[in-house]
């Protein structure tokens, strides 16, 4: 008696395992192209974020100047003096930095590029007003600050009287 037994085993052809390893490599190579779409985009956020982040601090900080000053003027293109009644701060304007110095040598630097600095004394609408327009870049697009204090009454007589002769 001559028997044969046949066992049969369960396992993948090779057609079927190259079939498998091509699927998953154009799952995986998707999931890599999806990563790395959504980390440019987190990447380009964040920037955006932290440029608005420093035109606001910068905002609120010299607004919070502006008011609060007895007056300011501008020294030259690059340079706001902004005068307290105990003390002065200079902000001075470079190619990608406005720094804020205060007394005892400390100094605020805000990452902002000013393309112009304009202070006019009187417009029609702001006739005992100082002004002052400043114009930067955020999110590639051209922003105006513009800022105003009243002059104090004893500078405006001053004026006049000076004016009158």
Same mark, same amino acid.
């Given at each position: 008696?001559?028997?044969? #037994?046949?066992?049969?085993?369960? +396992?993948?052809?090779?057609?079927?395992?190259? %079939?498998?390893?091509?699927?998953?490599?154009?799952? %995986?190579?998707?999931?890599?192209?999806?990563? !790395?779409?959504?980390?440019?985009?987190?990447?380009?956020?964040?920037?955006?974020?932290?440029?608005?982040?420093?035109?606001?601090?910068?905002? =609120?900080?010299?607004?919070?100047?502006?008011? !609060?000053? =007895?007056?300011?003027?501008?020294? @030259?293109?690059?340079?706001?003096?902004?005068?307290?009644?105990?003390? /002065?701060?200079?902000?001075?304007?470079?190619? @990608?930095?406005?720094?804020?110095?205060?007394?005892? @040598?400390? /100094?605020?630097?805000?990452?902002?590029?000013?393309?112009?600095?304009? =202070?006019? *004394? +009187? %417009?029609?609408?702001? +006739?005992?007003?100082?002004? %002052?327009?400043?114009?930067?870049?955020?999110?590639? *697009?051209?922003? *105006?600050?513009?800022?105003? #204090?009243?002059?104090?009454? +004893?500078?405006?007589?001053?004026?006049?009287?000076?004016?009158? @002769?």
């Amino acid at each position: 008696m001559n028997s044969k #037994k046949y066992t049969y085993t369960k +396992a993948f052809t090779v057609q079927e395992l190259l %079939i498998g390893l091509v699927i998953s490599a154009i799952i %995986i190579g998707m999931t890599y192209t999806i990563y !790395l779409q959504i980390n440019k985009q987190l990447y380009v956020y964040q920037h955006n974020q932290e440029e608005l982040m420093e035109f606001n601090q910068f905002r =609120q900080v010299f607004s919070k100047d502006i008011l !609060l000053c =007895q007056y300011f003027e501008l020294v @030259n293109s690059k340079e706001l003096k902004v005068v307290f009644p105990k003390e /002065k701060y200079v902000y001075t304007f470079k190619k @990608n930095l406005v720094v804020r110095e205060r007394e005892e @040598n400390i /100094k605020d630097t805000f990452k902002l590029t000013v393309t112009q600095l304009i =202070q006019k *004394e +009187a %417009i029609e609408d702001f +006739a005992n007003y100082q002004t %002052i327009r400043l114009h930067t870049r955020l999110l590639q *697009e051209e922003v *105006e600050l513009f800022e105003s #204090k009243k002059e104090a009454i +004893a500078v405006q007589i001053n004026k006049e009287f000076v004016n009158g @002769n």
